[in-house]
């Protein structure tokens, strides 16, 4: 039986296909590299879903008081019984 001898073409070939090998393998350990410590850092992540959010603005260093008798939005239920029970005083 002859052996069989290769190419030179195959040659060039198989060592192109390991380079493209290394280079995809270093690419995933980059991009898992970079999710890991992201999730590993443990900040808040939250998606941008082109809405503002009140947990992403930081604290009001002088918040407004709070409202000891808060009225009620015209034309909702809990307006109306207070014009009621005006009425009834």
Known sequence: MLP???????????SRNIGLLVVL?????????L???KITQGDMMQ???????????PPDPDPPAPNAAPVAAPGTPAATQGVMQEANQ
């Open 4 to 14: 069989q001898v290769e190419h030179e073409l195959h040659k060039r070939r198989r």
């Open 25 to 33: 393998l270093a690419f995933v350990a980059l991009v898992f590299g």
């Open 47 to 57: 998606g941008y879903d082109h809405r503002p959010r009140a947990s992403m603005l």
């Open 35 to 37: 999710s890991v410590v």
